[in-house]
């Protein structure tokens, strides 16, 4: 039988978190739990929560984490206490306040976290990724004008309503998104090296081979 696991997809902005994310939840038992997608649902249902995140968002900052952090560690405890899936966490932790607070959530449900997936991008890479990202307003499913295009390139191929820009994929957005990546984020790296957790990705190459080789990671710790 093959284990249940826990994981964390880290990344900058436009590593392909979320197109891989999709893949894995579809292969593996997994709960695809992004803290953009919870933002931006609160912003859409205009709630007190959705209010206050607006302008962080939509300037390239991260929330601060005492909005963000109890949001998704109750989705976690939500998902595990089913106990027949295990969690994909995409966009979470970003800080190491946020990282030390899901440990002790973790450990307080006796579980753990099994691997963090590093997917690695250099900048240059990552403004033509964002400004050519079109996302479905009804499913989240995520495109690329060229390396991920709709089949018709103006409408999603599961929901067939028109695709989205993201505000925060503006150009300049974006690189602000890049300098909060790597002062606030970045270090996590370290912090889950040194715990052992961390799996690092080649996400520079084509949608295909990145899933190679996060599969070969995932497959190996579920039949452990
Ligand atoms: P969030 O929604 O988490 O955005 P992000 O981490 O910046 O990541 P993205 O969703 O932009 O990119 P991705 O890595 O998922 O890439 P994707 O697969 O879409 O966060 C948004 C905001 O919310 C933050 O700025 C912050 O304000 C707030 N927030 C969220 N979580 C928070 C937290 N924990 N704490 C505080 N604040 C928080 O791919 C991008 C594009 O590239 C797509 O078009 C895709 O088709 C294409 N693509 C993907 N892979 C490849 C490939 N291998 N080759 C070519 N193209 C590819």
């Known amino acids: ?42 912003r859409a249902a205009k709630s ?74 250099v900048s240059e890479l990552i403004v033509d990724r964002m400004s050519g990202r079109r996302s479905c307003p009804k499913c989240g499913r995520v495109y690329h004008v060229s390396a991920n295009p709709a089949k018709d ?11 989205d820009q993201r505000v925060d994929d503006k150009e300049e957005v974006v690189r602000n998104r890049l300098t909060v990546y790597s002062d606030q984020t970045l270090p996590l790296e370290e912090y889950y090296k040194k715990a052992g957790l961390l799996k690092p990705v080649d996400a520079s190459r084509e949608i295909d081979t990145v899933w190679l080789q996060i599969e070969k990671i995932v497959d190996a710790l579920v039949e452990k």
């Open 1 to 42: 039988m093959k284990r249940i696991v826990n994981l964390i997809l880290l990344g900058p902005p436009g590593a392909g978190k979320g197109t891989q994310a999709k893949r894995l939840a579809e292969k593996y038992p997994l709960e695809h739990l992004s803290s953009g997608d919870m933002l931006r649902a609160e």
């Open 48 to 121: 007190e929560l959705g209010q206050k995140v607006t302008s962080f968002m939509d300037s390239g900052k991260l929330v601060p984490d005492e909005l963000v952090t109890e949001v998704v560690i109750s989705r976690i405890r939500q998902e595990l206490s089913h106990g027949k899936k295990g969690v994909l966490l995409d966009g979470f932790p970003r800080t190491l306040g946020q990282a030390k607070d899901l440990e002790k959530a973790f450990s307080g449900m006796g579980a753990k976290i099994d691997a963090v997936i590093d997917l690695m991008l």
């Open 153 to 163: 390139g103006q409408s999603c191929d599961d929901c067939h309503v028109p695709l």
